[in-house]
């Protein structure tokens, strides 16, 4: 039996947070989907990976995928990308797998089917772009079942956020203080802070774990007099700038450099918020760049719960506290005020005065009382090429192919795979 961890059309409407990347690099709690997914599966077979067709080129060398079936007959265990692995959905997918032919589906969302490969394979034993959730139901023997977390809304990635990094606590060798403490620096219940080998805790700075819990990867710094509270993940080589305000529920990806106030926020690996400025209950994704004084509002004025607009209406979240999305390797300008339940979209630079508008859409250029126009596409290909290599990433052919694909795409042209 194969397993094959896939994606469905929802991939589609998580834009511009999965514009380049699969759906199991969306980041909620410590870490990705694909983090969460391997801890939970240790010791079980090695997962192939089902990606979006203009994503391919660039990943087949960073994760392996299902590329054909050996027949139509191979047995595959199809698993949802958009689930949130843990050890409840490890015991339904891979401890008591279901028999051949059958699915198990929570609402609408299909969570794992087991069937034959010429049931969802193309004629050459390749998989679609996007597979098709309700034909697979419509050809299995189907069961409800309940409990499991699947992203499906754009801002589910901060609805989840606070809970899922209180379950993803056990990830961590917590009471394990493997780094550097250097005198000065405080550390408040020890037995909730794990820091690994190579990081560094700089004099003055205050790691509190008295309400929480707080994870620091290796090579990780905090800076002196800053102050990282509960609930918190620092990833590999991150930086937390000097004097930072880290409070709770907090997740910074490798590389990626924090400073200012930040709260119930994800930070991709890296992305750059080093100055002051207030994020609160935002998604900034990787290459990011927030310039100095830049802050989002989380929370309306008439305290009413947060809508975004999407695909020209606005939706409900339901949500009280509501901050920024942001795609992959946007800007915003010194000062840039942030809206409440503001996107922003792949590739942007956001300047101006005033607030920008609340839906800034992909390669947009400006904001503010001077609108927005398109980014020329080489202009944001030479820009991203430069970040990405100050970071010692080259962006090498196949990047560029897949990110001139979502500039294409998302500035209207008519682009084939």
């Given at each position: 039996m194969?397993?094959?961890?896939?994606?469905?059309?929802?991939?589609?409407?998580?834009?511009?947070?999965?514009?380049?990347?699969p759906?199991?690099?969306l980041?909620?709690?410590?870490?990705?989907?694909?983090?969460?997914?391997?801890?939970?599966?240790?010791g079980y077979?090695?997962?192939?990976?089902?990606?979006?067709?203009?994503?391919?080129?660039?990943?087949?060398?960073?994760?392996?995928?299902?590329?054909?079936?050996?027949?139509?007959?191979?047995?595959?265990?199809l698993?949802?990308?958009?689930?949130?692995?843990?050890?409840?959905?490890?015991?339904l997918?891979?401890?008591?797998?279901?028999?051949?032919?059958s699915?198990?589906?929570?609402?609408?969302?299909?969570?794992?089917?087991?069937?034959?490969?010429?049931?969802?394979?193309?004629?050459?034993?390749?998989?679609?772009?996007?597979?098709d959730?309700?034909?697979?139901?419509?050809?299995?023997?189907?069961?409800?079942?309940?409990g499991f977390?699947?992203?499906?809304?754009?801002?589910?990635?901060?609805?989840?956020?606070?809970k899922?990094?209180?379950?993803?606590?056990?990830?961590?060798?917590?009471?394990?203080i493997?780094g550097?403490?250097?005198?000065?620096?405080?550390?408040?219940?020890?037995?909730?802070?794990?820091?690994?080998?190579?990081?560094?805790?700089?004099?003055?700075?205050?790691?509190?774990?008295?309400?929480?819990?707080v994870?620091?990867?290796?090579?990780?710094?905090v800076?002196?007099?800053?102050?990282?509270?509960?609930?918190?993940?620092?990833?590999?080589?991150?930086?937390?700038?000097?004097?930072?305000?880290?409070?709770?529920?907090?997740?910074?990806?490798c590389?990626?450099?924090?400073?200012?106030?930040?709260?119930?926020?994800?930070?991709?690996?890296?992305?750059?918020?080093?100055?002051?400025?207030?994020?609160?209950?935002?998604?900034?994704?990787?290459?990011?760049?927030l310039?100095?004084?830049?802050?989002?509002?989380?929370?309306?004025?008439?305290?009413?719960?947060?809508?975004?607009?999407i695909?020209?209406?606005?939706?409900?979240?339901?949500?009280?506290?509501?901050?920024?999305l942001?795609?992959?390797?946007?800007?915003?300008?010194?000062?840039?005020?942030?809206?409440?339940?503001?996107?922003?979209?792949?590739?942007?630079?956001?300047?101006?005065?005033?607030?920008?508008?609340?839906?800034?859409p992909?390669?947009?250029?400006?904001?503010?009382?001077?609108?927005?126009?398109?980014y020329?596409?080489?202009?944001?290909?030479?820009?991203?090429?430069?970040?990405?290599?100050?970071?010692?990433?080259?962006?090498?052919?196949?990047?560029?192919?897949?990110?001139?694909?979502?500039?294409?795409r998302?500035?209207?042209?008519?682009v084939?795979?």
């Open positions: 194969q397993i094959v961890i896939f994606e469905d059309e929802t991939a589609y409407s998580l834009t511009p947070l999965s514009d380049l990347k759906v199991v690099a980041c909620t709690g410590a870490g990705s989907l694909l983090d969460k997914l391997l801890f939970h599966t240790a077979s090695h997962p192939l990976f089902h990606v979006r067709s203009y994503l391919r080129p660039f990943y087949r060398n960073r994760l392996s995928l299902f590329e054909q079936a050996s027949s139509p007959d191979q047995d595959l265990l698993i949802n990308g958009r689930l949130l692995f843990s050890a409840e959905a490890a015991r997918c891979l401890e008591t797998p279901l028999s051949p032919g699915s198990a589906l929570q609402g609408g969302d299909l969570i794992v089917s087991r069937v034959a490969a010429g049931v969802v394979t193309r004629q050459d034993g390749t998989l679609p772009d996007c597979i959730t309700a034909e697979i139901c419509s050809k299995t023997a189907v069961s409800e079942v309940s977390s699947l992203i499906t809304r754009l801002w589910d990635v901060i609805d989840f956020h606070e899922q990094l209180q379950r993803d606590a056990g990830m961590f060798p917590l009471g394990r493997d550097c403490i250097e005198e000065g620096a405080h550390l408040i219940n020890r037995a909730r802070i794990s820091v690994a080998r190579g990081a560094v805790v700089r004099p003055g700075a205050v790691i509190d774990a008295s309400e929480g819990f994870a620091l990867g290796c090579g990780a710094v800076e002196p007099q800053a102050v990282v509270a509960a609930n918190v993940v620092i990833g590999d080589g991150a930086r937390v700038k000097m004097g930072a305000r880290i409070y709770n529920n907090v997740s910074i990806g590389s990626s450099k924090a400073g200012g106030e930040i709260e119930d926020s994800i930070m991709e690996s890296y992305a750059n918020k080093q100055h002051d400025g207030f994020l609160g209950h935002s998604y900034i994704s990787s290459w990011c760049n310039g100095a004084g830049t802050n989002t509002s989380d929370l309306r004025n008439d305290y009413k719960k947060v809508k975004l607009h695909d020209g209406s606005e939706t409900d979240t339901g949500m009280q506290f509501l901050g920024l942001m795609g992959e390797h946007s800007k915003a300008a010194i000062n840039t005020m942030f809206n409440t339940g503001t996107i922003v979209g792949t590739s942007s630079n956001v300047f101006g005065a005033g607030f920008p508008p609340k839906s800034i992909s390669f947009a250029w400006g904001g503010g009382a001077s609108g927005v126009v398109p020329d596409i080489d202009r944001a290909v030479e820009t991203a090429r430069v970040v990405m290599g100050r970071r010692n990433i080259g962006m090498d052919d196949l990047y560029e192919t897949m990110f001139r694909f979502v500039a294409s998302s500035l209207g042209e008519r084939s795979l």
